[in-house]
């Protein structure tokens, strides 16, 4: 796995800025359109919010959100692959997925 991180650490990083989302690795055009949507407009942001907040954040505003973007999310934030998070981290993703929604709804409906 560490031999993943490093090509990816270099890809399109320079090109558009250090905290562009569409600079990072696993995240294009379209990856940035959808989180800026949700006002994901700079990778601190997304770094600082996590993978799965930011998945749920997408797919609640129904901007068509498919689980690639969770991965794509986790990889630009670890410096992965999306292919090897999908592969290695899948389970722990959607587990966590899971829990944020639940704990989303519990907050709704306290309301």
Known sequence: MAKA?????AMRRNSAGA???AARANLGPKS??????VGIT??????????VAAYAKVKRAGLGASLNLLWALEGAITET???IVAKERR???LLALEDH???????SSAR
């Open 32 to 37: 940035a359109r959808m989180l800026a949507g």
């Open 101 to 107: 929604e639940r704990g989303h709804r519990d907050h």
């Open 19 to 21: 905290d562009s989302l």
């Open 5 to 9: 991180k490093k090509p990816l650490a």
């Open 91 to 93: 389970l722990s993703l």
């Open 81 to 83: 692959h999306w292919r």
């Open 42 to 51: 700079s990778f601190h942001q997304l770094e600082r919010l996590g993978a």
